[in-house]
């Protein structure tokens, strides 16, 4: 059973939610607009779904809402970023900017960023850089729940990439992906559901495959893109590994194991490695390379001829990246946003624990 809500009204809420956390008035409203444009954008997995466990971090004194964001080294084209324990709402748009301003002036800006939380999606940090001509990059690691090829210990995160690239008239080419079979939030879902996982997304602690949503908490793991390796899961566990390295290992951040859990009832490694979580983002501009109408115009004819590529049977059209949530965006502007009713039951919780209305 679901319960539809405008934007508007989840927007206004989890702003309110994050000035009760004692965020800045301009932090809670940034931090609200980057989470719940996941519901949005139909990633129901990472937007209010997730908005009780950033409660349960402060709690655990593992988020400080009015953070010291800083540059703690840099050079013309690069950066790393401190959050000072941030929301990784708002620690992430202040490096993407950061990275934006660096391409401004030299072409490219790379920043990698330290001591951070879960940022929300992906796609919507890379995307910043759409309206300035620029492609944008946005990946970070997360909670070890990954098993890599062969492995049965949870070492790497999801580890999503998102590439943003602007085009003419055609809407932007905007990728975001997790680089395992399936995200953690996924999952989630299922279980609120009471549905079975497909088989290729988990494995039980033995390594052996399993479809139990619940498996994680029994001591299973995630697995990397393609699911085992007769599939290529040799090709996800090297793209998560490289967006580890890129966001953690290259800030100064916690990596692989140690990458701290998103869950506040699970207790941080006793032996970190580094600081936070870690992020890494990338922007581009195009007329470092080429005019930068002159790329848009083929970035239409590439989707155009994309788009009418022949089908297989039973399927009408050849989607491009970014058209999915596109449509989903439109439509749930229009219709609002619908919400299991577990996750209803949870942000009610949330309202009455901050004496707030929801």
């Known amino acids: ?8 009204h989840l927007r206004t809420f989890t702003e309110e939610v994050f000035i009760k956390m004692g965020c800045p008035a301009d932090q809670a409203a940034l931090a609200a607009a980057v989470l719940v444009s996941a519901d949005l954008r139909g990633i129901d997995s990472h937007g209010v779904a997730r908005l009780s466990g950033y409660i349960r971090l402060w709690e655990a004194g593992r988020i400080n809402a009015t953070p010291d964001i800083r540059i703690v080294h840099e050079s013309p084209s690069t950066a790393v970023v401190d959050g000072d324990s941030g929301l990784g709402l708002v620690v992430a748009p202040f490096a993407m900017q950061v990275a934006i301003e660096k391409a401004r002036t030299a072409g490219t800006g790379w920043v990698s960023v330290r001591n951070s939380n879960h940022f929300g999606i992906a796609g919507y940090h890379a995307m910043k850089a759409l309206e300035h001509d620029m492609i944008g990059m946005a990946m970070t690691n997360a909670s070890p729940l990954v098993a890599p090829t062969f492995a049965t210990e949870r070492m790497l995160g999801t580890n999503p990439i998102a590439v943003a690239i602007p085009a003419g008239e055609q809407p932007p080419f905007v990728a975001d992906f997790a680089t395992t079979t399936a995200a953690n939030g996924k999952l989630e879902i299922l279980q609120r559901k009471q549905q079975e996982a497909p088989l290729g997304w988990i494995q039980d602690k033995a390594g052996t495959p399993s479809q139990n ?15 085992d390796r007769e599939h290529g899961s ?9 967006v580890d ?19 506040s009832f699970l207790p941080l490694p006793p032996d970190p490695v580094g600081k ?29 001829r994309f788009r009418n590529a022949g089908t297989v049977a039973g399927q009408e059209k050849v989607l491009i990246p970014g058209d999915p949530e596109r449509e989903m965006e439109a439509d749930r502007l229009k219709t609002g946003i619908p919400l299991l009713a577990p996750v209803v039951k949870d942000l009610g919780e949330v309202a009455m624990k901050l004496k707030i209305d929801f």
Not at 245 to 261: C, E, Q, R, T
Not at 276 to 299: C, Q, S, T
Request: hydrophobic share 45%.
């Open 1 to 8: 059973m679901e319960q539809v809500f405008s934007y508007d």
């Open 213 to 227: 949503p619940d498996e994680l908490k029994k001591g299973g793991a995630l697995l990397p893109l393609g699911g």
């Open 234 to 242: 040799h090709k996800g566990y090297c793209l998560g590994a490289i």
């Open 245 to 263: 390295i890129f966001s953690a290992v290259l800030s100064g951040a916690n990596y692989g194991p140690w990458a701290p859990p998103f869950v």
């Open 276 to 304: 936070g979580l870690g992020h890494f983002f990338g922007a581009m501009r195009i007329d470092a390379f080429r005019p930068a109408d002159e790329f848009k115009a083929n970035m239409d004819t590439w989707i155009n």
